[in-house]
C-alpha cells in the first residue's frame, strides 16, 4: 500500500439547519463571521478564521446535481445535530462566556480539559453543539 499525499488542514466544515435567515443571525449577529455566500432555501457560508462554515438545508443538499450542472456536487446532508468547534485565545474565554450570555445564548459546558485547554459549548438556534475552545485542548 502507498502513503497519501500530504494535506494541509480543514478547508470546510458543514452543519445544518432548516432556517437559514436564523443560521445567518445567529453566525453573524452573534458570533461575528462575515457571511461569504448564500443561495436562499439552500445554503449560507461563512469565513472562519481560514476556514469557511457552510450551513446547508439538508433537503436541499440533498437533491443529485442535474447532468450539465456546472458544479456536479454530488448529494450530502445529514440527520440530527452536528459539531463545529471554534478555535479561540484562552484568554478570551471569559469574554465569550459574557458576550453568549449577554446574547441570551445558554452555556452547556464551560470546563478545563484534563490535558489542558479550555472549552465552552452551547448550541446554535439550529440545535448544533458548538464549542468555543483554546487550541491547547489538542496539544
Given at each position: ?6 494535506l ?29 455566500a ?5 445554503h ?12 446547508f438545508?439538508a433537503?436541499?443538499?440533498?437533491i ?6 456546472r458544479?456536479?456536487v454530488?448529494p450530502?446532508g ?8 471554534i ?14 450570555e449577554?446574547s ?14 479550555r ?7 439550529a440545535?448544533n ?7 491547547a485542548i489538542?496539544?
Amino acid at each position: 500500500m502507498t502513503q497519501p499525499p500530504s494535506l494541509i488542514g480543514t478547508l470546510e466544515s458543514a452543519l445544518y439547519a432548516e432556517d437559514l435567515d436564523g443560521a445567518a443571525r445567529f453566525w453573524t449577529g452573534v458570533i461575528g463571521l462575515s457571511e461569504i455566500a448564500r443561495v436562499p432555501g439552500r445554503h449560507v457560508f461563512f469565513r472562519c478564521g481560514t476556514q469557511v462554515l457552510l450551513v446547508f438545508r439538508a433537503s436541499a443538499t440533498r437533491i443529485p446535481p442535474k447532468p450539465d450542472a456546472r458544479l456536479p456536487v454530488p448529494p450530502h446532508g445529514s440527520e440530527g445535530p452536528g459539531h463545529f468547534c471554534i478555535a479561540a485565545r484562552p484568554d478570551s474565554l471569559d469574554a465569550w462566556r459574557a458576550h453568549l450570555e449577554a446574547s441570551e445564548v445558554e452555556i452547556e459546558a464551560d470546563f478545563t480539559w484534563p490535558q489542558g485547554g479550555r472549552s465552552l459549548y452551547f448550541r446554535d438556534p439550529a440545535g448544533n453543539s458548538i464549542e468555543i475552545a483554546d487550541p491547547a485542548i489538542w496539544d
